[in-house]
């Protein structure tokens, strides 16, 4: 097969799907690797090196879509990549369909195989550990006196206390912005819905931290005095209420932060709108908000080395065994299976847009094999089934 190697152009976007180690092994298994001119070049990754990985290079990205079986890339697919798309031409991104209900329609309209990438990490996503870390850096950053925060110190000075964060969420997201905070002094309290998990990192950091159950009251109990708030939830989209309303904002400071990581539409923070890495911050009621949704993005080449090693898997498995094949190995990839040729595939992205849908294993045939198992990627569920 023919894989496709696309250059992402969404806004402060720099990371790469596949680097050229990625790439030796996808030429190595027979296949033929076509790169988007300079598609790595701002993550440390020049043309040179992918040809010598064995890619071809081709200029545009209109050449990728026309030549190429698979094409990939990191984030979205944009209104300029819409009327590229063919027919059983597979394609690989972070499309978050649920959100984006022109880019499903578009992906319905093309007849083309879609994969959401974001549903299908077994043991959750690299760029979900980098958007913590560098999530909570950014949170940092925005309290500064000079960008408009209160300007506390994170682990305060001689006299001075540190800051106090709230972490919402204990995901992968979550504990990586842990691991930073605390290691640089934060008096950081963490909140979940499962008690298991907070029982767990109240081993892990020694008692060294708080941990709370996450629901609106508790929140609202704490921000007075917390100077840091770190959305890591991943909300169900059908929910209409929020964890953090306009209105409790004016229970902090002025000045405070909230650093929305995991920027859902609609999420968990009522004042939550996107920004992007040249205009990152607002203000709503005295709250400097960091609102950024591809954070990774500004540790382009870190991430991407990170993200494309655990996504080759996928990547290999879908051109040596085919669509079918890759869903039946592994369930995490069945079910991140968006859309096939024409027919929705992805449940909450049915249940959101009121859009009918059909299960992977039964659109592919797959039914009756011996499929690998996987939880459903989130807790919205959608009986809105074709009709035959």
Request: charged share 20%.
């Amino acid at each position: 097969m023919k894989y496709g190697i696309l250059k992402d152009i969404k806004e402060g976007e720099f990371r790469v799907i596949s680097t050229p180690s990625e790439v030796m092994s996808i030429v190595a298994a027979g296949h033929e690797v076509w790169a988007e001119h300079d598609s790595g070049k701002a993550a440390g990754f020049p043309d040179e090196k992918y040809i010598a990985a064995g890619a071809k290079i081709v200029d545009t990205a209109k050449e990728i879509w026309a030549g190429c079986d698979m094409v990939a890339k990191v984030k979205e697919f944009t209104p300029v990549e819409y009327p590229l798309m063919r027919e059983g031409q597979i394609i690989l991104g972070c499309i978050h369909p649920a959100g984006h209900p022109e880019e499903v329609d578009a992906i319905l309209k093309s007849k083309c195989i879609a994969f959401t990438a974001e549903d299908a990490h077994r043991y959750g996503s690299p760029n979900c550990e980098a958007a913590g870390k560098q999530g909570a850096l950014f949170g940092l950053e925005s309290m500064l006196t000079i960008n408009g925060g209160k300007g506390k110190f994170v682990g305060g000075f001689a006299g001075a206390p540190r800051m106090n964060v709230l972490i919402l969420g204990a995901g992968v997201v979550g504990r990586g912005a842990l691991e930073i905070l605390h290691a640089l002094g934060a008096n950081c309290t963490v909140m979940d819905i499962n008690v298991g998990i907070l029982r767990t990192l109240l081993t892990q950091y020694k008692s060294q931290i708080n941990t709370m159950m996450c629901n609106k009251e508790a929140i609202a109990s704490v921000l007075p005095e917390t100077d840091m708030v770190l959305n890591c939830v991943k909300w169900d989209k059908s929910r209409t209420d929020f964890l953090i309303d306009k209105e409790m904002l004016k229970l902090m400071e002025p000045g405070s932060v909230l650093v929305d990581i995991s920027n859902d539409d609609p999420g968990a923070i009522e004042s939550s709108h996107e920004t992007h890495h040249d205009n990152p911050r607002y203000v709503v009621n005295g709250v400097v908000h960091y609102c950024v949704s591809n954070i990774p993005g500004a540790v382009a080449n870190s991430t991407s080395l990170a993200y494309a090693s655990e996504m080759l898997p996928m990547i290999m498995s879908i051109l040596n065994d085919g669509v079918e094949g890759c869903c039946i190995k592994d369930g995490f990839y069945r079910r991140s299976l968006t859309a096939y040729k024409g027919y929705l595939t992805h449940e909450e992205t049915s249940a959101v847009q009121g859009k009918p849908w059909i299960r992977p294993e039964d659109i592919l045939g797959i039914a009756d094999e011996r499929l690998d198992p996987a939880p459903p990627a989130t807790v919205t569920r959608s009986n809105n089934f074709y009709k035959n």
